[in-house]
C-alpha cells in the first residue's frame, strides 16, 4: 500500500528513469566500506547505461528494451536478462514501513563544472505484522552532494528501499508503505556518506560516448541465465545497478 506522499515519491522515482540526460556522462566512482575500497565506471547514454567493475566484468542496463546484458570479457560470454512487470501478492502478512525526511541545508559548491546542493537524508524504517508487534525503527542518516546533472541515478536511498523489500521476500509476503517529507535529492550524487559506507565521483567526463560501448562485443558467445545474480558472486557494484533496475520495476507496478 502506498497512499499520499508516497504516490509521489513513486512517481518521481519513475520519471527519474526518464529523465534526459544533458551529455553522455563517464563516470568513475569510489566506494568505500570500512577497510574495502573498491571502483567501478558509470557509462550514461539515454537510454542505456553501463557499469563496468574492478573484476574485469561489466552489466548494461537498456531501460527502453527493459532488459540487462552482463558481459564476462574473461570467457568472452554474455548474457541477457529481459525484466517483467512485478506483480505485489494478494495475501499481505507484513507491512515494511518507510519514513523517509530530506532536508536542502542550502550549501552549494562548484563540482566538475556544475552545481552541486548538499542534501541530509533520514530513513526510518520499521516492520509491522499482522499477528505480532511491530520491529525496532531502524534509523540510518545519509550526508549526500547531489550534482545538477539530471538522470537515472540510483542514491543509496533507492537501492535500501529496494533490497529491503526484497529481503522481506519469502514465506510471508510483504508490501511497503513509503511517507516522505521533503524532496528527494535529485541529479547526480557525487559524494554520499551514511554510517557503513562512503561513495564519492573521482573523476567525471561529459565528452561523446561510442555506441559499441553499450553492446555485446562482436564475436561473443551468448549464454543462458535463469536469473541474474551479481551479488554472489561478490561485486556490489554489479548488484548496485541490478538492485536500481528491479526498483523501477517494482515501483512501476504499483504506480
Same mark, same amino acid.
Given at each position: 500500500?502506498?497512499? +499520499? ?17 544533458? %551529455? ?7 566506494? !568505500? ?5 573498491? !571502483? ?6 539515454? /537510454? ?6 574492478? *573484476? ?12 540487462? =546484458? ?11 536478462? #529481459? ?16 519514513? =523517509?525526511?530530506?532536508?536542502?541545508? +542550502? ?5 566538475? +563544472? ?19 508487534? @511491530? ?11 547531489? $550534482?545538477?546533472?539530471?538522470? @537515472?541515478?540510483?542514491?543509496? !536511498? %533507492?537501492?535500501? $528501499?529496494?533490497?529491503? =523489500? ?6 510471508? /509476503? ?5 511517507? !516522505? ?7 547526480? @550524487? ?17 565528452? @561523446?560516448?561510442? /555506441?559499441? $560501448?553499450?553492446?555485446?562485443?562482436? +564475436?561473443? *558467445? ?8 551479481? =551479488?554472489?558472486?561478490?561485486?556490489? #557494484? ?5 538492485? &536500481?533496475?528491479?526498483?523501477?520495476? &517494482? ?5
Amino acid at each position: 500500500m502506498v497512499g +499520499g506522499g508516497g504516490q509521489r515519491f513513486v512517481f518521481c522515482m519513475a520519471v527519474a528513469l526518464a529523465a534526459p540526460l544533458r %551529455a553522455d556522462l563517464k563516470i568513475r566512482i569510489k566506494d !568505500t566500506f570500512g577497510s574495502l575500497t573498491t !571502483t567501478r565506471i558509470e557509462y550514461y547514454k539515454s /537510454p542505456v547505461q553501463r557499469t563496468d567493475t574492478d *573484476r574485469g566484468g561489466y552489466t548494461i542496463i537498456d531501460s527502453l528494451n527493459r532488459r540487462t =546484458i552482463t558481459v564476462d570479457p574473461t570467457r568472452r560470454e554474455y548474457s541477457i536478462y #529481459s525484466f517483467g512487470v512485478a506483480v505485489q501478492p494478494e495475501k499481505v502478512d507484513q507491512t515494511i514501513v518507510f519514513d =523517509i525526511e530530506t532536508r536542502d541545508t +542550502g550549501e552549494q559548491r562548484r563540482a566538475f +563544472g556544475h552545481t552541486a546542493r548538499h542534501i541530509l537524508t533520514t530513513e526510518r524504517r520499521h516492520t509491522e505484522y499482522r499477528d505480532q508487534p @511491530p520491529s525496532d525503527t531502524q534509523e540510518t542518516v545519509t550526508d549526500g552532494w547531489y $550534482l545538477d546533472i539530471p538522470g @537515472p541515478y540510483a542514491s543509496r !536511498t %533507492a537501492v535500501v $528501499l529496494f533490497a529491503t =523489500i526484497d529481503m522481506h521476500r519469502g514465506d510471508r /509476503p510483504s508490501a511497503p508503505s513509503i511517507k !516522505t517529507n521533503g524532496q528527494r535529492p535529485r541529479g547526480l @550524487p557525487i559524494w554520499e556518506k551514511d554510517q557503513h559506507r562512503l561513495t564519492e565521483v573521482i573523476d567525471l567526463s561529459e565528452a @561523446p560516448l561510442d /555506441p559499441t $560501448l553499450f553492446k555485446p562485443p562482436a +564475436g561473443f *558467445r551468448q549464454v543462458d541465465q535463469v536469473h541474474p545474480t551479481p =551479488i554472489a558472486a561478490g561485486s556490489w #557494484s554489479e548488484w548496485f545497478s541490478l538492485s &536500481w533496475q528491479r526498483l523501477l520495476d &517494482w515501483l512501476g507496478g504499483i504506480i
